[in-house]
């Protein structure tokens, strides 16, 4: 039996996030790079790599990320 | 009106205190001032509502009354002079962070360990602010066993009106003394004007921060005039003094306290002998009686300033008479009570010398 | 104005003595001061009071030239004699205290307040002879004063307890007008 | 249907906190505010920050706060909560605070049982000043007052108030915990939640002690401060049930 | 002479503290003063006999200081505000065993934990004593780099010489701020006066004391006027002022440590606008150098004492002056530092308002 | 031929005490007194006495003494000890001075592991300033802060520096004795000199406390006080060796 | 074998005496007794009951008297 | 009197840079002060520092109406670019700052130094990069005494790091004299 993968999406505030990288070392799906541009702050923030409608999306909306995030920059959007 | 009780200085304030509505006492033990924190524990404990905490240090014993005043409390701690040194951090705190208190200092001989008996070397102390920064402390100076009750139900008071820390200032004599003492009555806590600022959660209402943290400069410049326009508001309002024979005086010694009781006995021997002395006695040290006693400068020449210290409000004198006329000073440090006829000996001494019996 | 100076050992019931009489005299309508002495001197050391009575105001309530001395022990005795206001009375529990005074302008009264007490039964009330014979001779307050003092300041006191303070202060006190002086 | 499944809790206001990247206090600010909402005593609970790091953590926490000279937090606390005793009152304190300079009042607190819940950040260094030795430096750890590493002979081993604590009894609950990782999160959550518990219910003094990572002041990658706190810290702070009187 | 160096002045007191011959430092982290412990704990470690603590507190650290005292060491601690508050039970108790020790406060902004910005708010603190009892502090108030280090060498000589503590009043800003310093050589342990009082163990003398107890009322007013004169010798021995273009000036600004430094800036553009203005700089507080200023007062006659506080020098130049001279204050509490400019503007409309233009 | 076998040690001055009758403090001094001569360290010894009854003991010991404020002795003597680390230091404190207002630092200099020796005289009350309630009163006891007495939920029970002590690596050696009976004495002296031994061989920080009467406060008579540590006292702080680093 | 009990005496110093009697509650030999005179501070001192001349000496010079003194009131000789 | 603000982020050398260049223009003979920024503001943040270069007695060394700002960071530019003296100069980053000032009495000079930095193999003498542009620009000091300075503060420096630094010195010098300016 084959458990449907609940599909998740993060949204990650750039003005907050301050570059520490920890959600990129908790994602176990790899759903979360660093950014080419930086911020006000002068940090490059952490980016979620997929879109809300696109294709083969990893991100199950665990949380992982956002539980580490000591910014509260990401929130976690599941369906 | 209540009954005359004979009563010991230390059981005054503690009564007074709690007619005043006072329910929280921290206190660390250190003669000559433990009869206060022991009448409170037995106090408090038949009180509703009321707390005695023995704190393990007078640091706690200070930074509890912060907390309680912050939950909206009366709240007292007493102690005498090392353990008043160490509430120096919490008093400007309070003062910062415009949290009233009663601080009660039954001053001793000092410096150091010092001994136990009664002295007033903590003046600059009390006055000056022994803490650090921009900030003032209302300090009341009883002198008699009713003056004691009076003034403590006025220290809540002015803790409460002005938002800040009110020093009761004794020493070992007025806090181990007994006297004939009719109690005021007991205030209804229900009619106190209600605190806005108080932390008791946030039901209701957003969220309140009480802090004296202000990392801005110019915040913290505004923080600071703030405060001194209530410094000077309460210089404006609140200075009072006693004076005892002084129409006709030639002579005005300004004494405090138990000086001032002396003095007065002094003053009454040397009016004996022939000489027209009189007292002033600041009843507030801080905000010193100023206009008082430049007022009396239009008339007399001569003051003569008795401390149980090696001079120190003599600099207060000073400063409200900018000279205007000649400033004695006659003073013992150390624990050592001076009596009335050494007092109205060193009266006439100076008369004479000042040549201020001529007719005049 | 009068001081007075109630000095002893501690457990002799001294400061009670003077707070007692200072009650009661505050009841009789006098301006009163009481001042207990203290010190670091550790417990079972020596303990007195100062008591001011007065008609005006009382400026300074400490023992300086006292008029009269309460004196239950030597080293009271010591301590206070060379205080004394000249002409100053000396009243002295003579079973403890057996040495002459050394001032020769003071007075000196002696009382055998142990030996009146043992008679009454009770060591314990050395102290109400003592400050009867006090009452009697400074006729400073009443004896019936010191007794409503005592049920102010002791509550709940076992009304025989209270017969025998009052059977101490009277013996004290017959002991100076009856002129028993030694 | 996309549900919002995680996001800033109610009790932490909107403002960006300024704790260096990575930094473990404002991950531990978020899961105090978490805790405060679940348990549903945010209109009655009254914090106390520290000086230290935290100092501005007024500027986070939606509740009423009053701050606390520097290592007398617990003090502080005992006066608010003797006067409201149906509030929940707590302490924010760094390790600095609360195991050097608060040393007394901490211990004094807890031996009297005071009802309240202590929230020790032990980031083994003093943050805010700068990275000077704290009481919890571990033994060679450099620090800007131990430029050769902490000495056991000049500086002394590293104290563990906590276990000290655990020895009064007034002390109710006690655990130690950090957030260096999701697992470890979760576990100091479930700690402030019954640390929180055992002051509504009063029966004492409760403190968790949290292990946080200060890459900062360790002069570490965020990620490596996190694996610091595993390899090393907890060698000398075991992360525990220290005490525990509500079995 | 040695190289100038550019040096931060935290470090300035450090090196110079050591090349004193402080042996013994102890104190707490706080900012702005944390780069000095920072110094000393690298610098005692490579000192022989040289001893560095990071005590649990500033109560510790000071406590620790006092007992190294003891011990005969040149002694030294140093905090800021707060921290120094909690220092002032034991600065009372080394006034009273008259121990040497040297003290740094690098002010802040206050009261309560205020910010971190320089300040003078703990005038009163350190000038009066913050602590108990009759007992003075002397203070130092240096004004630049090259003076960290010379007061700092002179704070352990008058310690020693007059056994007393000794205060430095630095803010944060000359702590933080790096200039051109020449460091003083360090002095020769060995040629220091001895101390026939240290305690190190009686070895072949009588065992010696070191107490502030003086349960004995007479005896504690003999030390306390021991102490006493002391203090008149040393305010007739070290009172120290600076003056910068004050021959033909009409008006004198009073302002030391780095209100000073600013009002020279000040004067210097206030002089250039053609105002006859100078600076006199207090550099020692206590004691005031109140006979420079009373001297002073007989050509100027209008005086603007100018702080970083709401106005707490100004006290003794009142009473230095009892009313000699008029005394204006300008002064911006809470960690603003005024700039010269502001301070140009200050004195030119306090010129004016005096009419100090007018042909003289 | 007759010998005197017991008289006044040679570090003992000749002033009477000013302690009460039956007072502990005043037996502690002379074994003290006794072991620093029979260890031949008096004249490089320097004590540091406290505040409290023991406050004038530099009147009664003839070796170099200097004063501390209230609670700070383990910080002077930390500062004496450093400068002059061969001179033997003891500190001589009350169980107030030492419990609850100087908790801080005898925790951190322990913990630094300084090479002092405290005696720590626990007569389980403030008895200096008559008898108010200290952090070691007993559950229960009756103290003038404490008028109905000492009740765990307002004061807290009874604190264990001792055993808190023992936690910090610092400290080498620790016991618990009495003075209340010939064989508590003798032990007491024994423990004492072990104490001094550890000074002098550089082991680290040495700490003997010890149950004293305090007839006076107790208001008993003193050989009731002596009963009392045997059949109270001594449960809740019990008579042991509590850390040992020697062995 | 029987052990000759070596013969001991003390010496009370009365002025030093505060009258605790604890040397009396652990002296094993009843020597001391409490003198009837009271001393300079008001104690009735300890009073040692056997003279170095005496006949039937009990003190054995155990010195536990004055090991408990509190005030080193007491001095021990033996033989 | 000339001040000039040095500002950036943490990290990016700008302390050294103001102390490198207080050294050199102490050495030069100038009076001279340098006043790092300090905060409750935690690592990470900005970071800047004042230097005062004056041929006579320096008052105020705090950043009042500057001369100079060296501007490394977006933040650092919002915050100084509001208090400089009229007619100032901004020396900016042009890597990290890509706006142009608002104000319109102001000097910018803008330098790709991170590119110039790249060009010369490594991003870590960016700031020596600035500085000899400075340098160079405002001839406050020479890069000789910037390189002395360097010497002087850094013991045991690493000599190919030392060219490395002389490298962006010149690098940045020759920016400006070159006129590569756009
Ligand atoms: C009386 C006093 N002393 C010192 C300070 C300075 N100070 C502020 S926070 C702090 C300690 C910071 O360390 P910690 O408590 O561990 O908190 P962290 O910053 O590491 O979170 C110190 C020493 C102060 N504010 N008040
Ligand atoms: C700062 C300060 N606080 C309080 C005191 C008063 N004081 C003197 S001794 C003492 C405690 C006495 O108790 P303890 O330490 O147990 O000694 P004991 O007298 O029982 O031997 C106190 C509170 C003081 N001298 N200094
Ligand atoms: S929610 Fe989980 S899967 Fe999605 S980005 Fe965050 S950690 Fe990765
Ligand atoms: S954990 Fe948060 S702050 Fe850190 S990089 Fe990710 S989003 Fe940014
Ligand atoms: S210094 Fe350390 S504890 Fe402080 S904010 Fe930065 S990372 Fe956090
Ligand atoms: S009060 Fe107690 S401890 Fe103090 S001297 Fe008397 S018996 Fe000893
Ligand atoms: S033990 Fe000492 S003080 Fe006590 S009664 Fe005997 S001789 Fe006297
Ligand atoms: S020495 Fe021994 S036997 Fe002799 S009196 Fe003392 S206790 Fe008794
Ligand atoms: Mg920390
Ligand atoms: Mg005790």
Chains 1, 7 share one sequence.
């Not at chain 3, 509550?155 to 017969?163: E, R």
């Amino acid at each position: 039996m084959t458990v449907k993968p609940k599909k998740g999406r993060i949204v990650i505030d750039s003005r907050l996030c301050k570059g520490c990288y920890l959600c990129i070392s908790v994602c176990p799906n790899k759903c979360i790079v660093i950014s080419e541009e930086s911020n006000e702050k002068g940090y490059h923030p952490a980016e979620f790599t997929e879109t809300k409608d696109g294709k083969d999306r990893a991100c199950t909306g665990c949380a992982l990320c956002a539980c580490i995030c000591p910014d509260i920059a990401i929130e976690v959007y599941r369906e | 009106m209540n009954k005359k009780l004979l009563m010991r200085g230390s059981q005054v304030i503690g009564e007074a205190a709690i007619r005043a509505g006072c329910r929280f006492y921290a206190g660390y033990p250190i003669t000559p001032q433990n009869e206060l924190p022991e009448f409170m524990s037995g106090a408090m404990a038949s009180l509703e509502g009321g707390t005695f905490i023995q704190a393990e240090s007078e640091i706690a014993a200070i930074n509890m009354v912060i907390g309680a005043s912050m939950a909206g409390a009366r709240a007292m701690t007493s102690s005498s002079s090392p353990g008043i040194s160490l509430k120096q951090e919490g008093i400007s705190f309070l003062a910062a962070l415009e949290l009233p208190a009663v601080i009660v200092n039954v001053m001793r001989g000092g410096p150091g360990l010092g001994n136990i008996a009664p002295s007033q070397g903590d003046y600059f102390q009390a006055t000056r602010g022994g803490g650090h920064g921009d900030y003032r402390t209302i300090v009341l100076a009883p002198a008699h066993g009713q003056e004691l009750a009076d003034l403590t139900e006025k220290a809540f008071e002015y803790a409460d009106r002005y938002r800040t820390p009110v020093m009761i200032l004794a020493d070992g004599m007025m806090g181990q003394m007994m006297e004939p003492v009719i109690l005021p009555d007991p205030v209804n806590l229900d009619t106190l004007p209600p605190k806005p600022w108080v932390l008791d959660g946030a039901q209701g209402r957003p969220s309140r921060i009480i802090r004296s943290l202000i990392l801005d400069t110019v915040g913290m410049e505004e923080h600071n005039w703030k405060l001194e326009r209530k410094y000077k508001m309460i210089s404006d309002e609140i200075p009072r003094a006693e004076t005892y024979m002084t129409e006709d005086a030639r002579l005005v010694v300004i004494a405090y306290g138990t000086a001032a009781r002396i003095a007065r006995g002094g003053i009454k021997r040397a009016r004996e002998m022939g000489l027209k002395v009189g007292l002033l006695r600041p009843v507030t040290l801080w905000p010193f009686p100023e206009r008082a006693i430049r007022e009396m400068s239009r008339l007399v020449k001569d003051f003569m300033v008795f401390e149980m210290n090696t001079g120190q409000m003599i600099d207060d004198v000073k400063l409200s008479l900018e000279g205007r006329s000649n400033v004695h000073f006659y003073g013992r440090p150390g624990g050592v009570v001076s009596t009335p006829d050494e007092l109205a000996k060193a009266i006439s001494s100076l008369y004479y010398r000042q040549n201020l019996k001529k007719e005049g | 104005m009068k001081k007075t100076v109630f000095a002893g050992f501690g457990g002799q019931g001294v400061l009670m003595m003077g707070y007692v009489f200072a009650v009661a005299a505050m009841r009789d309508g006098k301006e009163v001061t009481y001042l207990p002495a203290y010190g670091a001197e550790m417990r079972g050391g020596t303990a007195n009071c100062t008591v001011v009575v007065s008609d005006e105001e009382i400026f300074s309530p400490v023992a300086s030239s006292p008029d009269f001395a309460v004196i239950m022990s030597k080293p009271s005795l010591l301590k206070y004699e060379g205080i004394m206001r000249e002409g100053g009375v000396v009243l002295l529990n003579s079973n403890h205290v057996s040495r002459p005074l050394t001032r020769e302008d003071l007075n000196s009264i002696r009382i055998p307040a142990v030996e009146l007490a043992k008679e009454l039964g009770s060591e314990r009330v050395v102290n109400m002879i003592m400050l009867g014979a006090f009452a009697a001779y400074t006729k400073m307050t009443s004896l019936d004063s010191i007794m409503n003092g005592l049920s102010e300041i002791v509550k709940d006191i076992n009304p025989s307890v209270m017969k025998l303070n009052r059977k101490g202060l009277d013996r004290g006190a017959e002991y100076i007008l009856k002129g028993d002086l030694q | 249907m996309e549900k919002l499944v995680f996001t800033r809790p109610r009790y932490m206001k909107k403002a960006p906190f300024h704790y260096c990247p990575g930094c473990g206090h404002s991950i531990i600010h978020r899961l105090v505010a978490e805790v405060i909402d679940e348990l549903g005593i945010g209109d009655k609970t009254i914090g106390v920050p520290p000086a230290g790091c935290a100092v501005l953590a007024y500027d986070y926490f939606d509740v009423d706060m009053g701050e606390a000279p520097h290592g007398r937090a617990a003090a502080v606390a005992t006066g608010i909560k003797r006067i409201l005793p149906d509030k929940i009152v707590f302490t924010y304190q760094g390790d600095g605070d609360i195991a050097a300079i608060g040393t007394a009042e901490t211990i004094h607190s807890a031996n009297r049982g005071e009802n309240i819940t202590v929230i020790f950040v032990n980031n083994s260094c003093y943050g805010m000043t700068g990275g000077q030795m704290a009481p919890t430096t571990l033994l060679g750890q450099k620090s800007t007052t131990t430029p050769g590493g902490r000495n056991k002979d000049r500086d002394g081993a590293p104290i563990d108030l906590s276990q000290m604590l655990a020895l009064t009894q007034g002390a109710a609950y006690i655990e130690r915990t950090a957030v260096n990782s999701i697992k470890n999160i979760i576990k100091t959550k479930k700690a402030l939640t019954k640390a929180f518990k055992v002051q509504m219910a009063g029966i004492g003094f409760s403190l968790i002690e949290i292990l946080s990572p200060c890459p900062t002041n360790w002069k570490m990658s965020t990620v490596d401060a996190c694996r610091r706190i595993d390899e090393e810290v907890t060698q000398t702070f075991p992360l525990k049930v220290i005490k525990d009187e509500t079995a």
